[in-house]
């Protein structure tokens, strides 16, 4: 399978490797998968990937490769099980916090939140920090070089934010 569409619309392959660790053997839900370039790279180490994806155009081809699409909104319709989720948003001072709060408030969910963002690309410092700041985490800043055109190399900003529910909470 290759890539279907181009950067900066999609996250860059070495994402994927570098949150292996995280990924292995897991339940990763993406959330807005576009394409499903993502699922494919992450799909190289997790155990199962979902993708969640609104527009059409976008998911079609996502689907055609075979990976499981739910179709829905993820600002109003409920989102997926998962041991990890992904997203990367369009709008992130709109989605990040949002999309955070709305997983942390599943009483099931024990696991890892991964929030990406383009170190070259405002807004997206500024909302990764901020989630940072407000939910606790760590972040990793993942170079890429995939071509010589605008924003086909730099620096990937991923906020990691972990959540351990306690056995006798759960």
Known sequence: ???HTTTPYRSPESVSHAIKDLIQNKVVCELGCAEGDNMMF???YAKKVIGVELDPKRY???QE?????IVADYLHDPIPEADVYYFWPNLPDRDNEFLIEKILSKDSFNGTIIVGGDSGFPPDPIT???????FGGDLRKVPFNEGSNARQSGIFLLAIISRQVHPSKA
């Not at 490769?65 to 699409?69: A, D, L, V």
């Open 60 to 62: 079609t081809p996502a």
């Open 42 to 44: 992450m799909s190289r």
């Open 65 to 69: 490769r075979g990976f499981e699409i």
């Open 1 to 3: 399978m290759s890539p």
């Open 128 to 134: 990764i920090n901020k989630c940072l700041l407000k």
